[in-house]
């Protein structure tokens, strides 16, 4: 089996936790499309949800599929959010922000009563920093941020390079929220909570793409199969 078919049977699984009249929060990245695609398969027989995407990319999505939907000012609090990551640990801390939607990603999983993770089991990582981490970062003042940021990082013990983010035209990437995206590569983050905590003395840096103490359930797909992580206790539906 390919990487893809990883993915998606981890969609798979991630649809046990969804119940008919639900609140979804819809993640966004490749295998959190695999679970958009699947629960527009789900609603077209008969599912009941309304779901508040965390990007324009899978609000778009959604809407082709014919999936309801909503937003955080009209539906504030969700029962479930599925999303993908970039790395995980087992400790259910994350790295996201590898498709620059990590702002609206934290809102909505912050807002959710539950969080899944999905991912294919190379996302899953002893210790968290192999992928750079994303960081949502003001234009304004933009280079100041940048040295702000590396030098709060080396106090903390942490070096690399910070890459200001480019599209494939070559401008600067530009979030969903008008923002740019700092990629820092400071290598294996051995205290993730001491970083996150450097983060937010930056004036200039939105949110981090660490995410820490929000995941309740990583579901990982790879050649030995489907591993669940939990931090919380989980009844998986057999009809899914």
Same mark, same amino acid.
């Given at each position: 089996?390919?990487?893809?078919?990883?993915?998606?049977?981890?969609?798979?699984?991630?649809?046990?936790?969804? /119940?008919?009249?639900?609140?979804? +929060?819809?993640?966004? +990245?490749? #295998?959190?499309?695999?679970?958009?695609?699947?629960?527009?398969?789900? !609603?077209?027989?008969?599912?009941?949800?309304?779901?508040?995407?965390?990007? /324009?990319?899978?609000?778009?999505?959604?809407?082709?599929?014919?999936? %309801?939907?909503?937003?955080?000012?009209?539906?504030?609090?969700?029962?479930?959010?599925?999303?993908?990551?970039?790395?995980?640990?087992?400790?259910?801390?994350?790295?996201?922000?590898? =498709?620059?939607?990590? &702002?609206?990603?934290?809102?909505?999983? !912050?807002?959710? $009563?539950?969080?899944?993770?999905?991912?294919?089991?190379?996302?899953?990582?002893?210790?968290? =920093?192999?992928?750079?981490?994303? &960081?949502?970062?003001?234009?304004?003042?933009?280079?100041?941020? /940048?040295?702000?940021?590396?030098?709060?990082?080396?106090?903390?013990?942490?070096?690399?390079?910070?890459?200001?983010?480019?599209? #494939?035209?070559?401008?600067?990437?530009?979030?969903?929220?008008?923002?740019?995206?700092?990629?820092?590569?400071? +290598?294996?983050?051995?205290? %993730?909570?001491?970083?996150?905590?450097?983060?937010?003395?930056?004036?200039?840096?939105? $949110?981090?793409?660490?995410?820490?103490?929000?995941?309740?359930?990583?579901?990982?797909?790879?050649?030995?199969?489907?591993?669940?992580?939990?931090?919380?206790?989980?009844?998986?539906?057999?009809?899914?």
């Amino acid at each position: 089996m390919s990487t893809d078919d990883w993915k998606r049977q981890a969609a798979e699984q991630a649809l046990s936790f969804v /119940e008919d009249g639900m609140k979804l +929060g819809l993640g966004t +990245g490749s #295998t959190a499309a695999k679970f958009v695609e699947l629960l527009g398969a789900r !609603v077209r027989t008969g599912l009941k949800v309304i779901c508040v995407p965390t990007s /324009e990319a899978t609000r778009i999505q959604a809407a082709a599929l014919g999936i %309801p939907l909503s937003t955080l000012d009209e539906t504030p609090s969700l029962d479930l959010t599925v999303d993908g990551a970039d790395e995980l640990d087992e400790d259910l801390r994350l790295i996201k922000g590898g =498709g620059g939607a990590l &702002l609206r990603e934290k809102i909505v999983a !912050v807002a959710s $009563e539950r969080v899944v993770i999905i991912a294919d089991n190379s996302k899953l990582v002893d210790v968290l =920093g192999r992928f750079p981490l994303p &960081l949502e970062v003001v234009p304004f003042g933009l280079r100041a941020t /940048e040295g702000l940021i590396g030098k709060l990082a080396a106090d903390i013990g942490l070096e690399g390079d910070i890459t200001l983010r480019r599209g #494939t035209d070559g401008k600067p990437f530009l979030t969903d929220n008008g923002n740019h995206i700092l990629d820092c590569a400071f +290598g294996s983050i051995d205290d %993730p909570e001491a970083l996150e905590d450097a983060l937010k003395l930056v004036p200039g840096v939105v $949110e981090s793409g660490l995410f820490l103490g929000i995941a309740d359930v990583g579901i990982i797909a790879g050649p030995k199969g489907v591993e669940v992580l939990a931090g919380i206790e989980i009844d998986f539906e057999e009809d899914v």
